[in-house]
């Protein structure tokens, strides 16, 4: 008896370190490596950066350069990039919400099999290169391309309009890139919400608008929040889409970031700037998790 | 299972034999169609054939170390750095005879990046400058000055294409060093105050510019949805060329200003950690063959610095005064050196600026 408890405590401790070393490896050091760097000094070497540790008539030195990170506050672009590029994901992801939410209910409503058919629709675009999706969207927007001339012929414009390399097109690029994370744990929470409770306030005499507010909304923020941050985080380090379709003054940390590494082969510097982002993506993410768990708590 | 392990060794010793390979690293669009089957073809050497489109992504790979590259092309004031920071080997001359092939003026100049020519050797050369659509200038502005900086530099003369659009190279050392030498500055002095009168000059004329780019310009200029680019001479060239395929009615003109212009030189090198060093020397002194830097001048469209090819090219390209420039146009051309890291911040910080307003 006392064997078989033993052998079923080693299984669970087996399944809690699989994810364990799966964050040791691929999130603490390499963390560990970047943060490292952050603390040193550029130098036109291979690598190009001065090494942390040294051994110096068999004495350990170690030299910490905490100026990077000073450097940063020092210069107002960091922070501008910063708080642009949350804001580029704040208006992204509100616009994945209010598009993502009537899809992921319509789907929810929906009878099979036309159900499953939409959500494989849904998931559908993931089968092209994301990198081409995107160059489509320089088609549809540009100043010779199909939206100018679909509003043209439509005689609604006279002249062509400049959407390519503005605010706009970045969040379109972004809310057509990112909508299906927010559709699938939307539809998730829809498909699991109880009817038997809209049937209820019917009865008791709410409009099907008053319902939605104060059923089905409040019990679906869970999918609210996990859909939001599935587009929210990684659309603050979003490279890609600004570079392709945004303008000139487009200042987003991912491009911020690029520069220091590339164009000033300053490898500290890029890593501090990376460190921080990730605790600008953190503190977000931690007060969503609040307002979750208070959630659940107030559900259950 | 014994047949399987001689095929398995086989296959090993196959890949891993002296023969072998060379990963070549070069930039997009940069070779003729048929050199890379060629040089397969008479040395039995398998290439590995890689692009990039930007020397800061080569140059971030070279300096990580152990990229796995042969043979690399970087542009001179990059590989100058380079060189200092050890990416290098020298190259072993005896095993380049086609080097008697070269441009004596040519590999001079280059000197400036890699005394006497130690690490490299001239891969193709241009310049930087600008090329408009003919028609849409013209209705704009008659008496523009086609053949000068002002087309980009004069807010009075730029403003008037701003609605056509007017795209920029998002290269800050070609464009800063531009404007340095249109102002009469020297582009190659790292003073702060030259700076400054450089970035005044372009943020009055930021607003009529529609984006920054390394290579967007190419097609958007043959299609005309911009009217005029500043960028490298060999991709306006291709995008005049591309146009005139098209058969749209637009038809772009390539400029190398009259108060001059940078002039940069792509070398080849090979990387001290190269594995293959030895099939790199061969790749080399292939490509300094003067039939074969014939044959890619004359799909890629920008110069060689082969002296013996001149007389291969073909006469269309050689008179084309946007890839061999005439000996007044010449003078009037300036390289790039490779700057102090501390002003090479201070400069990218210039460019984020003008780009961004911040």
Known sequence: ??????????????????????????????????????????????????????????????????????????????GAAYLESVRIAFVSTVITLLIGYPMAYMIATAREPRRTLLLLLVILPFWTSFLLRVYAWIAILKTNGLLNGLLMSLGLISEPLVFLQTDLAVYIGIAYTYLPFMVLPLYASLSKLDRTLLEASEDLGATPWISFVTVTLPLTIPGVIAGSLLVFVPAIGEFVIPALLGGNDTLMIGKVLWNEFFANRDWPIASAVAIIMLFVIVGPLMWLNRINSKTEEATS | MNRFLVLLLSVVAGS????????????SDYIAEDTIAKFEAETGIKVNYDVFDTNE??????????????????????????????????????????????????????????????????????????????????????????????????????????????????????????????????PASESSDDLKQAEELLMGVRKHIRYFHPSQYINDLANGDICLAVGYSGDLLQSRDRAADAKNGIEIEYVIPEEGGVVWFDLMAIPADAPNAEEAHQFINFIMDAQISADITNYVFYAN???????????????????????????GLFALKAFSPRYDRIMNRTWTRIKTGQ
């Open chain 1, 1 to 78: 008896m006392r064997l078989v408890a033993k052998l079923k405590s080693l299984q669970r401790d087996w399944v809690s370190w699989v994810p364990t070393l799966w964050l040791g490896v691929f999130f603490l050091i390499p963390f560990l490596v970047v943060l490292k760097i952050s603390l040193s000094q550029a130098t036109i070497a291979m690598p190009p950066y001065l090494p942390l540790f040294d051994w110096v008539e068999s004495a350990l030195e170690i030299r910490l350069d905490f100026g990077n990170y000073l450097f940063l506050i020092d210069d107002p672009l960091y």
């Open chain 2, 16 to 27: 891993a034999s002296a023969q072998g390979v060379v990963n070549v690293y070069n930039w």
């Open chain 2, 57 to 186: 992504l080569l140059e971030a790979k070279l300096l990580a170390g152990s990229s796995g590259y042969d043979v690399v092309v970087p542009t001179g004031n990059f590989l100058e750095r380079q060189i200092q920071a050890g990416v290098f080997r020298q190259l072993d001359k005896s095993k380049l005879p086609n080097l008697a092939n070269m441009d004596p003026d040519i590999m001079r100049i280059v000197e400036q990046h890699d005394p006497s020519n130690a690490h490299s050797v001239v891969y193709m050369w241009g310049t930087t400058g600008f090329a408009y659509n003919t028609k849409a200038i013209q209705e704009r502005m008659p008496d523009a000055p086609v053949s000068s900086w002002a087309m980009i530099f004069d807010p009075d003369v730029v403003s008037k294409f701003a609605d056509c659009g007017v795209a920029i190279l998002e290269s800050p050392t070609d464009i800063i060093a531009s404007a340095k030498h249109y102002l009469g500055l020297d």
């Open chain 2, 305 to 331: 610095a082969n002296a013996a090819s001149t007389e291969l090219v073909n006469p269309e390209v050689t008179s084309d005064p946007g890839i061999y420039p005439g000996d007044d146009v010449k003078a």
